[in-house]
């Protein structure tokens, strides 16, 4: 009698189950934003009012975690010519789970700057390894690279939703039994929620490393020839974190119900979520910068609404596009990468775009956490990143396809 063991199970997957396969990959990218990173929002109002912190310095913790994904961006390519990108995915995913644990565990300042800079780190290990093995995926699929790649990334909205379901429904939970720092059960859940995730994912995406010209290629990329859409996308880290980071805190100081709020931020999850088959066929057709271009400008546009208006259906409308668009925008370059460098280029370009990403989110939380500490309140710290994001769309829009590719 034959026996079928699961790895052999899976093994046929990225060529038969793309799909299937390319949803396994989308727990990393709940796992590394959804989770990890987008969650802090929920859970900044507590922390502050608990642990006495001003905005600035709630915003230097989201700053602290776009560091250390800075860090990752840098060290993640070296690691690539060493291990597979499987293994780093989940060494990355495991790492962050743990990280976020400890995060309900401690309430020192200094540890929970230390816990988002190391989540910021594996959180990186996860994004630029999964970006890699999403794009071989869609080498083997080419028609349908567009909605594999939005599948991965629009992975981030099912975490934004299962924050927003979890961080509620624990936190109250934790007050119920009067517990001292009852953010701190948040933390405890969502760390739980990541290795889970973990779990589910492994098996799945581990024969996409068989596939070839992944682990140990070395290809120069030209930084040049993406400069607009390097520029833009800086602008967009900058832009975009300030909106997530702040948003929740925005709506509380408006007086929006707490139900109202999980409420908002459930349908952004869900509207990333859908945003990969809304914006598939473009990712396909644009070689150049616009896809980045046009979902940068949008949401820019969303990041205005709640800076400009309290109204409830602005409000929401605000929550939906910028879910709708968000996480499309990163996945917008690599699509870029995809369709103007070499395979084995693509580990670098990936890692590239990450870079200036994370830059740009190092910037973006401590300018608007000092705007919002200022006259104007967290209003006028939306309105500068939203602006960001406009400035972001006009400069990716300046993007031209790579001449003489030549990679498929």
Not at 69 to 84: D, E, H, N, V
Not at 149 to 175: C, E, M, N
Not at 389 to 395: A, E, K, Q, R, T
Request: hydrophobic letters at 55%; aromatic letters at 10%.
């Amino acid at each position: 009698m034959t026996t079928i063991t699961m790895p052999r199970l899976f093994s046929h997957f990225p060529a038969q189950r793309p799909v299937l396969t390319a949803l396994a990959l989308s727990l990393g990218a709940a796992i590394a934003l959804g989770l990890s990173r987008f969650s802090y929002g929920l859970l900044l109002p507590p922390m502050r009012a608990d642990l006495g912190w001003s905005y600035l310095l709630a915003g230097v913790m989201n700053t602290g975690n776009a560091l250390g994904y800075f860090l990752g961006a840098l060290i993640t390519p070296l690691l690539m010519r060493r291990y597979r990108a499987h293994s780093l995915l989940t060494g990355g995913a495991v790492l962050t789970g743990i990280f976020m644990l400890v995060s309900g565990m401690v309430t020192a300042t200094g540890f929970l700057l230390l816990q988002r800079i190391l989540a910021g780190i594996s959180s990186a290990l996860i994004f630029i390894a999964g970006g890699v093995l999403i794009s071989r995926l869609g080498g083997l699929h080419a028609a349908r690279a567009g909605l594999l790649i939005g599948l991965y990334y629009g992975g981030t909205g099912f975490g934004i939703t299962l924050s927003a379901l979890l961080v509620p429904a624990t936190l109250a939970a934790a007050q119920a039994q009067h517990v001292e720092h009852a953010w701190q059960w948040p933390w405890l859940a969502m760390g739980a929620a990541c290795l889970l995730a973990t779990i589910v994912m492994s098996l799945p995406i581990r024969a996409i490393q068989d596939l070839p010209g992944q682990a140990g290629a070395k290809s120069a990329f030209s930084i040049k020839a993406f400069g607009f859409g390097l520029a833009g996308y800086f602008m967009f880290g900058a832009g975009y974190i300030g909106y997530m980071t702040f948003v929740v805190a925005l709506l509380k100081e408006q007086g929006m119900p707490a139900p109202a709020i999980t409420g908002f931020y459930s349908l952004l999850g869900l509207a990333v979520l859908a945003s990969s088959r809304i914006w598939a066929g473009m990712l396909d057709r644009y070689k150049g910068g616009q896809s980045l271009a046009i979902l940068t400008a949008l949401a820019g546009v969303a990041a205005l609404l709640p800076a400009l208006s309290s109204n409830v259906f602005a409000v929401f409308a605000s929550g939906i596009l910028f879910g709708a668009v968000f996480l499309s925008a990163v996945a917008s370059t690599t699509a870029l990468v995809r369709h103007n460098a070499r395979p084995e280029a693509w580990s670098a370009g990936i890692s590239a775009f990450t870079t200036v990403f994370a830059l740009g989110q190092i910037v973006g939380p401590t300018i608007v956490g000092w705007i919002a500490d200022g006259q104007g309140g967290l209003e006028r710290g939306l309105i500068f990143s939203g602006l960001t994001l406009l400035v972001g769309g006009i400069l990716a829009w300046q993007q031209k396809p790579v001449q003489n590719a030549d990679h498929e």
